[in-house]
């Protein structure tokens, strides 16, 4: 599994991230846990993406239960999550919100540490952009976490390239990434500047929802799209039509770490063989026409 620095200033991280959103759907115990998190180190997949809604507010803890029954995994993982949303899933939220004050980050990342048992996440995003985010305050959090060694490094998920520089601009050290949402059925981000911002500053974003949310293989408006993938495999020779879409994702030069969302150790395992799929210019465009329904102007 190929490692990639992924900022100037930034960790390594595995070339595919360990989503864990779905944590709670999966069904898996404490110790069933710790045997997915070991299978999927030994696929090389090192760094694990969560948020502290995720869940109802429940994963982070149940990931640290796992993690206080094999301590010696911390050390092998990359922990991600984000904070920066209020749910209607945590009493006294009466309305969901966004919330980017000082001490709700502060609070939010002390949290988390508790959850995961561990005294250091590696990197801590925020996790939607707030109308109401003052980024002055925002820096003063990271300072005050990045200070106390309680967090290594900070990014942003789903900002738009205005809102990464305003936030950036307020503070000493590089964020590290943006965690936006890429796919051959969400591809704004390709052209509105989002990803030529990530490559201009060499900085990888992280993609989440590779997949379509499962859309890609279950909406009838797609199937003209599962037909161009499923000839793109019959050329490559991948295994799977998922293989074609990471492969696709992959491709783009800004280096994107694509998040994996199946608490299925195979499917795992495929997605992770899309690293020896090499599309053709013609191939990615043909997918990219199959999903918009249009040629390029």
Not at 2 to 23: D, H, K, N, T
Not at 68 to 84: D, H, Q, S, Y
Request: glycine share 8%; with cysteine; hydrophobic share 40%.
């Amino acid at each position: 599994m190929q490692r990639l620095a992924i900022a100037p200033q930034g960790p390594e991280f595995s070339r595919f991230v360990m989503g864990y959103w779905r944590l709670m759907d999966w069904g898996m115990s404490p110790q069933s846990l710790v045997t997915f998190i070991e299978q999927h180190l030994e696929l090389g997949i090192t760094t694990v993406d969560h948020a502290d809604i995720y869940g109802d507010y429940q994963c982070e803890s149940a990931f640290g239960s796992a993690l206080k029954l094999a301590p010696a995994l911390r050390e092998k993982l990359e922990i991600v999550t984000k904070c920066g949303i209020a749910t209607l899933a945590r009493p006294g939220n009466t309305i969901g919100h966004y919330i980017t004050d000082k001490k709700h980050i502060i609070s939010s990342a002390e949290n988390s540490l508790r959850h995961f048992s561990t005294d250091y996440l590696d990197l801590l995003l925020i996790h939607r952009p707030d109308p109401l985010m003052d980024a002055d305050e925002v820096a003063q959090a990271f300072l005050e976490l990045h200070q106390s060694g309680k967090v290594r490094h900070f990014g942003v998920s789903n900002f738009t390239p205005a809102q990464y520089s305003l936030l950036q601009s307020r503070l000493p050290f590089s964020l590290v990434t943006n965690q936006v949402e890429i796919s051959p059925v969400h591809q704004p981000l390709l052209l509105d500047g989002t990803l030529d911002q990530m490559q201009q500053l060499r900085v990888r974003p992280m993609a989440w929802s590779c997949l379509g949310g499962g859309r890609l293989f279950s909406s009838p408006e797609l199937a003209a799209l599962r037909d161009m993938l499923g000839k793109v495999a019959e050329q490559t020779g991948a295994q799977s039509l998922e293989q074609v879409v990471y492969a696709w994702i992959l491709a783009l030069p800004s280096m994107p770490l694509p998040i994996i969302g199946s608490g299925k150790i195979n499917r795992v395992r495929d997605a992770v063989g899309a690293q020896g799929v090499k599309l053709t210019r013609t191939q990615w465009f043909s997918i990219r026409k199959a999903a918009l329904g249009y040629d390029v102007p």
